[in-house]
């Protein structure tokens, strides 16, 4: 059974920056893309970014384009979100998805970023 843990959330100053971590497991990682979303309160979950299995390509929200940043590393069955330029509209619950067009989907259960003064 797969399973994505994700780490890293908190509490950050508007302009400060985090680092989200995911670690995959039970399933083969490098075959899926991998993505971030968000859940603010009150609010429908949203994609914030998205990277291809093989090739590492990466896609963006507008709304984040330019400061956000995902990563992974297919050998430690890990991706990142990098986090910059952090606005206070950025407080949300961040969950990590692993999607396949054939294969199982899975989701994390969430870690929680909060930009507050």
């Known amino acids: 059974q797969g399973q994505l843990v994700e780490s890293g959330g908190g509490l950050v100053q508007p302009g400060g920056s985090l680092r989200l971590s995911c670690t995959a497991s039970g399933f083969t990682f490098s075959r899926y893309i991998m993505s971030w979303y968000r859940q603010a309160p009150g609010k429908e979950r949203e994609l914030v970014g998205s990277?291809?299995?093989?090739?590492?390509?990466?896609s963006y929200a507008d709304s984040v384009k330019g400061r956000f940043a995902i990563s992974r590393d297919n050998a430690k069955k890990m991706v990142y979100l990098q986090l910059n330029s952090l606005k206070f509209e950025d407080t949300a619950v961040y969950y990590c998805?692993?999607?396949?067009?054939?294969?199982?989907?899975?989701w994390g259960q969430g870690t929680q970023v909060t930009v507050s003064s």
């Open positions: 998805h692993a999607d396949h067009p054939v294969l199982p989907r899975y």
């Open positions: 990277i291809t299995g093989p090739g590492g390509s990466t």
